[in-house]
């Protein structure tokens, strides 16, 4: 392996959510040699859905340094700061934004290596968020059926597929499951925005309660994503713990925060709509179960286990019905059950290592969108992040000199806090009075 696989390593991670954080983090750890002395500088991108110091340490990743930033502030952080390796763990639109800024802030010269992917199942906008990725060094593919996917995208309106690369989801892992707990522990993994009505979510929240009233010798856990007040990539506009407020609940049925390696240490049947907690469960061989109650749709992200031989209803979980999932479906989504998981993210170190050891560095960033192939699509897009259609801030953009004083921080806060009480509370109210 050329020289740079084992000498001290400096990355950065750029997130915009906690589940962002989770996969730029855990794949920084991934992608850099076991041999190698790594330093990982964090950046939040200041948003919605900036995480908060709780979601930060659940996903269990020690940064040296972590720091909020908005978008004009991390590009000059770039400029001011040496890095071997850059993971961009945004929206498909943050990642264009920051490619261009970083190309126009860096110009000629040496820069790192920079990469890019998606946090778990790719069900929707597949064409629109791979286009806005393209231009990193590496896209990662989570899976053979996504890096097939990803190439054929790629190829198909005359783009680089290059930098496709087949890896895995980053925080697999934990023991494989050996047989059942005591007691039998059923766990309901529930999902921001899916479904994204009260019906549907009280009808789930319901079926996970009477299958605990159906089996009480089990313990029926429904796991929580984030606490109230915390955003999640997705806005949670109806969570599941304020449904449960005030209902008459089994003692055998709990709601639990946490880790989701931890609590699947403890699981015998996984349920979920189509949360990446499946795919975690499944890499363990944990029984799983994709719900049909609300149908088998593309809105709800399901149909992607179709093949999978995990769908099923919770009227079919109440009889003790246990899926049994097809090997052939599991091999190809990147699960690797089969003990492949250690050798998953070998190719993409090694096409790092070799970028790392380009001569004379490596050539600018060249996303396939630009002002002359999307000149109606890009510049909206870097105008959000405060960009112009050339990459560089917008006069009036927000100063990137110097770091938010208190008072500035305790309006940012406010601001934040305000947000997340108009989406939970005020938002409802408002659609169920337009219904009446």
């Known amino acids: 392996m050329p ?85 961009l763990a945004l929206v498909g639109g943050g990642v264009q934004a920051m490619l261009h800024g970083l190309r126009a802030a860096w110009g ?20 629109d968020g791979l286009l806005l990725r393209h231009g990193a060094d590496l896209v990662l593919a989570n899976s053979r059926h996504d890096a097939d996917r990803f190439r054929a995208v790629y190829e ?73 007040g915390e955003h999640t990539t997705h806005i949670e506009e109806l969570p599941y713990q304020k449904l449960a407020q005030g209902r008459d609940l089994p003692a055998n049925f709990r ?63 109440d009889a003790g019905h246990l899926p049994v999932p097809d090997e052939e479906w599991v091999a190809r989504q990147g699960v690797a059950a089969d003990g492949t998981y250690a050798t998953a993210f070998d190719t993409a170190r090694e096409r790092i290592a070799k970028l790392l050891d380009r001569p004379g560095g490596l050539p600018p960033l060249n996303p396939y969108y630009t002002p002359e192939t999307a000149p109606g699509y890009l510049p909206g897009i870097l105008a959000r992040h405060h960009l112009g259609p050339d990459g560089v801030p917008l006069p009036g953009a927000p100063a990137a000199d110097k770091a938010p004083g208190p008072v500035r921080q305790i309006v940012r806060k406010a601001a934040r806090g305000a947000y997340r009480h108009g989406v939970q509370r005020v938002a409802p109210v408002i659609r169920r009075m337009g219904e009446l």
Request: hydrophobic share 40%; charged share 25%.
């Open 3 to 87: 020289a740079s696989a084992t000498k001290s390593l400096r990355v950065a991670v750029l997130a915009d959510s906690d589940t962002r954080w989770k996969w730029g983090a855990l794949t920084a750890q991934r992608l850099t040699p076991a041999a190698a002395e790594v330093r990982l500088d964090g950046y939040l991108l200041r948003g919605r859905a900036t995480p908060t110091a709780r979601q930060l340490t659940e996903v269990g990743v020690r940064a040296a340094s972590l720091n909020e930033v908005t978008g004009i502030e991390f590009l000059r952080a770039m400029t001011e700061e040496s890095y071997d390796v850059l993971v």
């Open 108 to 127: 000629p010269g040496r820069r790192p290596v920079v990469v890019t992917g998606y946090v778990g199942v790719v069900y929707e906008k597949l064409t």
């Open 156 to 228: 198909g309106v005359g783009a680089d597929a290059s930098s496709v690369t087949e890896v895995a989801l980053p925080f697999l892992g934990g023991t494989p499951y050996t047989g059942e707990h005591d007691p039998y522990t059923v766990v309901f993994a529930v999902q921001p925005s899916v479904p994204d009505n009260r019906r549907d979510r009280l009808y789930l929240l319901d079926r996970a309660v009477a299958h605990a009233r159906r089996h009480p010798e089990r313990e029926v856990l429904l796991k929580l994503r984030s606490r109230p």
């Open 255 to 317: 709601l639990v925060y946490g880790h989701m390696g931890e609590v699947l240490d403890r699981t015998d049947l996984l349920v979920t709509v189509s949360s990446t907690a499946a795919l975690e469960a499944l890499h363990r061989r944990i029984p799983t179960a994709v719900l049909t109650d609300l149908g088998v749709r593309e809105v709800l992200g399901n149909h992607h286990f179709t093949g999978s031989g995990c769908l099923a209803s919770w009227d079919q979980l």
